[in-house]
């Protein structure tokens, strides 16, 4: 296994696209494949979303977190479910509700797909089989969902639906649980699959974003540039790794997200912050807002040795035009 897959999105080559909201900044989704031992990048997929599944002004499109099973790649943009084939990237399937609004990650397990449906504060559970959705998983359970949405409404046309009230942003499952981590509440809320909440970790160590279950480890990323390490069975039990040590300016590492190992190997996302990140995200950035230079630091994927005491190679990803980034996959 030598590939990787980086999902995320392009801006417009206007200068001014740098500084637009999110929900209005994107030009399209774009898929790379990195092959490891060559160190050649390929853009597999430059995908724009339709206009019947998307706002008809404003809108973004990009992809956002997705998964592999089975050879094929389950991928979110705003508003869609994407099915590709792999290796070959041929599109097999496409599911867009109209529930779906800022989609952030998708994941298949047993026949049913588990989607984070950021913008409604929810994971979804759908069936493939049925076509239908299976349940509803509420991210923010202080409030009933249905009395903050209106489930007739087509939210695939609604620009955003901020601010949220918990800002879901991946689902993992482990011993037919869900795992979902929450930017609002820094932590992860645990439901069963039937729907009730069983626990919740609070990372305390900065916002996290992807985590998945790696050598018996939860491995999440936190935006503020950590990996928290969690033994799925002893909670109490955190390692923290801090990756901003390697950043001797003192400048933000950038947007952290997107994680995978590989032979004894770890890479790690970095997207670069824009000025309305920084606006909205001033509390963990701190003082590095005062310093333009620091807005600077570009999208890239960082190679890392395997207890992250040293940088092995960094792949520079806006020299493919990818300015943002949300998942990297293995195959």
Do not use: A
């Not at 916002?207 to 799925?232: A, C, E």
């Not at 039990?237 to 040590?245: F, R």
């Not at 005062?290 to 960094?314: A, C, G, Q, W």
Request: aromatic residues 12%; contains cysteine.
């Amino acid at each position: 296994m030598t590939k990787l897959i980086f999902t995320g999105g392009r801006q417009s080559d206007s200068k001014l696209s740098y500084f637009n909201k999110e929900w209005n900044n994107g030009i399209s989704g774009v898929i790379l494949e990195y092959d490891t031992i060559t160190k050649k990048v390929c853009e597999k997929i430059n995908y724009k979303t339709p206009e019947k599944y998307r706002p008809s002004k404003e809108y973004s499109i990009s992809f956002k977190s997705g998964s592999i099973n089975n050879n094929k790649l389950y991928i979110t943009t705003l508003t869609e479910i994407l099915i590709f084939s792999l290796p070959d990237y041929n599109m097999i399937d496409r599911i867009s509700l109209k529930l779906f609004n800022d989609l952030h990650h998708v994941i298949y397990y047993k026949r049913n797909l588990f989607i984070v449906v950021t913008g409604l504060d929810i994971v979804l559970k759908y069936s493939l089989e049925k076509k239908n959705i299976e349940k509803v998983y509420n991210c923010y359970p202080e409030l009933d969902t249905w009395d903050r949405f209106d489930n007739k409404t087509d939210y695939r046309k609604i620009n955003t639906t901020k601010p949220h009230k918990s800002h879901p942003n991946h689902v993992s499952i482990f011993q037919n649980k869900l795992f979902i981590t929450r930017y609002k509440q820094q932590d992860v809320i645990i439901y069963s699959m039937e729907g009730k909440i069983i626990d919740y970790i609070k990372i305390n160590k900065g916002i996290p974003h992807d985590g998945l279950l790696f050598n018996n480890n939860f491995t999440y990323t936190t935006v503020n540039g950590k990996i928290i390490k969690i033994n799925p069975n002893d909670f109490s039990k955190i390692n923290t790794i801090d990756l901003n040590i390697h950043e001797k300016k003192g400048r933000s590492l950038g947007w952290c997200r997107g994680y995978q190992e590989l032979n004894s190997k770890s890479f790690v996302g970095f997207s670069r912050i824009r000025p309305t990140k920084f606006m909205e995200n001033i509390k963990w950035l701190g003082n590095k807002i005062t310093d333009k230079v620091k807005l600077k630091m570009p999208t890239r994927v960082i190679e890392y040795n395997n207890n992250f005491s040293k940088i092995n190679n960094t792949i520079m990803l806006e020299e493919y035009k990818m300015n943002w980034i949300f998942s990297i996959l293995k195959y």
